[in-house]
């Protein structure tokens, strides 16, 4: 089991998180479970209409890298490219996009996944760019990499990009669109524009555009629409039907379904009027209206379900026999899409989903609440959590989300997934109950401290401490023991109470929980900043045994990089060198350069390079942890204040002054929030004088500021400079002037050249 934080809960929780059963588990070995059917096209229903000419088009455009087909909700964006993946002789990815793709890490994993269904490709690709301090943007040159090395060219379909609104996703998407392959097509489909240069695409000929006026239907395909669904028009009647709905399929096809439950009633479109903005009122008086009161309750209580099968929506109904009603809402054409093969899980065509949301709304109100628990229910009793917390959230089941977030925050902080549990614990603030859930409280400050958050981490931490005490958690802790375990990791009343709450903790878990090597970690790291090595050293070895046994390889790598420095002080520079070499082993195994724990391990390696007269080796691991410094922060005072201290001996060692200068000021200011730690003060003292020696001294990448080093993730894309202060919430002076510094501290005169530097020392992706 691996395990992805400081000091490993998440190999604690994720043994006790169960695995959705329709999914099919994650292919880079993350903790995400994929939803099979977002991997392909949907199936075909009966009666779909063969968009012959447009798919032709599609066809002969296949030099062309970048396919954009927008429209609004019912024009067959789906369909038409569904009908393009039969008959392109290439190879097809393809990505159903949803509401989870808004984090990043999410959307990465289902690009690589697709691709991996074509063909397949290194998980490491997608895995290696895990992490808060990690780079997405990043990892756009690797999977662009990784489609040029596939034995044919491939096409890759992202579908309903409008339910994207979180900027780093979308940033994914343009620049996967501009370092496409050749070769490579991008289709992209959307309610609205995309987030592209589209005028410069359209300039360079690197784009093919569909829009309304090519989706809409004419003649001859309305009258195989409508013929398909069973209802015979002649031409004069086709025709009105077709101004009426100026050709939009999906308005044809409810006008049609209308029609038959009309009877022997001609001309029952008479109001409808083709906008979408009427289509409630026209669906509730013309469709709803002649359906059997049964049947429109199933059609509006199911409504709650993006997804549905017969047991679920038994489940939510309380009833019997949904799967038959389904398998024959679908032979009826229905609007419902089946998902897989076996048709078990279906959905409704989205614009019919949405107006039957409206009709519950305005049916059921009251009811919503309840149909939602259920579907919670049933959900997490299932294997399928994550959709057990959208319908608790729903359903303002805040005892159920408390519950399923303490389950499954850390496995997806442990798989890069930092905006999924963003959005989880934001939850808890914007309803009001941060101090409500003890446990969750616990979790929330800890996550924060990881991701380098601190004002958040004091924030929760707070709220942790004045919440109820009561519940278990998992292991047997209780009271006031996990709380005694985040006050000894966030260390925010000095060293003696830090030693203290590690001890507390400690008094209740077993020899055998998996909490203890998160405690042994602290209780060691207690007896090195009190100056006691001889008693830390064995401490720490038994940690890391205990830790890499459990599977916690984060807090493995720290207790190896702990040891290392022990040896250090001892002189030992060969059992230093083998702890240090050990310590970034387990940072390789586990994927681990985006976490705060890599910034050590990386820290203790350049230390040891630089010993052993390495120049080269050092500088590329002193670059390595200059990447991850924007995390250390005063959460986590002791292991910052450490890593800077180790950095800043590495930047006198090889002369670079300035870089040394900028490490130990980040250190001091860690020091005047949390002064009482030990023997670091007098050390980061002790450095300070020798450096107020050393004047002198090149000045490199180790020298970059916090705000520097988050501009460099933005450097290598295509975003102007005011473009990535919006991104960062600065002005574009602000960012020009930070390039600047950049540049002179890089010893380059351009971007493309600072890239260049930059990917030669592992920074910027």
Not at 57 to 75: E, H, I, K, M, N
Not at 127 to 154: E, F, H, K, N, Y
Not at 552 to 578: I, N
């Amino acid at each position: 089991m691996e395990a992805n934080s400081l000091f490993g809960w998440e190999t604690i929780i994720m043994g006790r998180a169960a695995r959705p059963k329709r999914h099919r588990r994650s292919w880079d070995g993350s903790s995400l479970e994929l939803v099979e059917s977002k991997l392909h096209p949907p199936l075909a229903r009966p009666g779909i209409v063969a968009r012959t000419g447009l798919v032709d088009r599609l066809l002969a455009s296949d030099a062309v890298p970048v396919v954009c087909v927008v429209a609004p909700v019912g024009y067959g964006k789906t369909t038409l490219l569904a009908q393009w993946a039969q008959r392109i002789t290439q190879p097809v990815g393809w990505v159903t996009l949803d509401q989870r793709d808004n984090d990043p890490a999410v959307l990465l994993t289902y690009l690589g996944a697709a691709l991996d269904r074509v063909e397949p490709i290194d998980p490491r690709v997608v895995r290696g760019l895990a992490g808060p301090g990690a780079s997405i943007l990043g990892a756009v040159p690797r999977l662009a990499a990784a489609i040029a090395a596939m034995t044919q060219p491939v096409a890759l379909v992202l579908d309903h990009l409008e339910l994207l609104d979180n900027q780093q996703s979308l940033d994914l998407v343009a620049e996967l669109a501009a370092q496409l392959p050749a070769g490579t097509q991008l289709l992209l489909a959307s309610r609205t524009r995309p987030p592209l240069p589209v005028a410069l695409l359209r300039a360079q000929g690197r784009v093919v555009e569909l829009g309304v006026e090519e989706l809409a239907m004419d003649h001859e395909d309305a009258r195989a629409l409508l013929e398909g669904a069973g209802v015979g028009l002649d031409d004069a009647a086709v025709d009105e039907l077709l101004a009426r709905t100026e050709g939009w399929p999906v308005g044809l096809y409810l006008a049609a379904l209308t029609h038959k439950a009309s009877g022997p009633r001609r001309h029952a479109w008479a109001g409808f009027t083709g906008d979408d903005r009427f289509m409630a009122d026209y669906l509730r008086s013309e469709l709803l209206a002649r359906l059997p009161p049964e049947l429109v309750s199933f059609l509006t209580r199911t409504a709650v379900l993006e997804r549905m099968s017969g047991p679920l929506c038994d489940a939510v109904l309380e009833a019997t026999g949904s799967a038959q009603v389904l398998a024959s809402l679908e032979e009826s054409n229905l609007l419902l899409v089946p998902l897989d093969r076996q048709r078990r899980w279906y959905r409704y065509h989205h614009l019919f989903h949405e107006l039957l949301v409206a009709e519950l709304d305005r049916r059921e109100p009251d009811l919503v609440p309840a149909l939602h628990h259920r579907a919670a229910g049933w959900c997490e009793a299932n294997g399928l959590p994550e959709t057990a917390i959208d319908h608790a959230q729903a359903a303002g089941d805040a005892d159920r989300v408390a519950r399923l977030v303490w389950q499954l925050a850390m496995p997806a902080y442990g798989a890069g997934r930092v905006d999924t549990t963003r959005r989880w614990f934001g939850w808890f603030e914007d309803q009001g109950l941060l101090g409500r859930y003890r446990s969750v409280a616990v979790l929330g400050a800890w996550l924060h401290a990881l991701v380098g958050q601190p004002a958040a981490a004091e924030r929760w931490a707070d709220a942790a401490e004045q919440g109820p005490v009561g519940g278990t958690l998992p292991d047997g802790l209780t009271g006031q023991s996990y709380l005694a375990l985040l006050g000894a990791l966030l260390c925010r009343n000095g060293l003696d109470r830090m030693r203290a709450d590690t001890q507390a903790a400690l008094a209740e878990l077993s020899p055998g929980s998996q909490w203890r090597p998160t405690a042994q970690l602290l209780e060691g790291i207690g007896y090195l900043l009190a100056g006691e090595t001889d008693r830390a050293d064995p401490i720490l070895a038994h940690a890391a045994e205990v830790a890499t046994e459990a599977g916690a390889l984060p807090a493995a790598a720290v207790a190896l990089a702990e040891r290392s420095l022990v040896a250090m002080d001892q002189q030992d520079w060969q059992q230093a060198a083998t702890l240090a070499e050990q310590a970034s082993g387990v940072v390789r195994a586990g994927a681990l350069d985006g976490y705060v724990a890599s910034a050590l391990v990386h820290a203790v390696a350049a230390r040891v390079a630089v010993h052993q007269g390495e120049v080269r080796q050092a500088q590329e691991q002193l670059a390595r942890a200059t990447r991850l410094r924007p995390l250390l922060t005063y959460a986590l005072p002791y292991f910052a204040v450490q890593t800077l201290l180790e950095l800043g001996r590495v930047c006198l060692a090889l002369d670079d002054g300035a870089g040394a200068r900028v490490v130990l000021r980040q250190a001091r200011d860690v020091l005047r929030r949390r002064p009482d730690l030990g023997i670091l003060p007098g050390q980061v003292d002790e450095l300070r004088s020798k450096l107020d020696s050393n004047r002198g001294g090149a000045v490199g990448v180790s020298s970059l500021t916090a705000a520097e080093l988050r501009l460099l993730p933005l450097l290598p894309t295509r975003l102007t400079f005011a473009e990535i202060g919006e991104r960062l919430y600065v002005s574009q002076h602000t960012v020009k002037t930070h390039a600047s510094s950049v540049y002179r501290k890089l010893g380059v005169s351009s971007r493309s050249q600072a890239v260049q530097r930059l990917q030669e020392f592992g920074l910027g992706g």
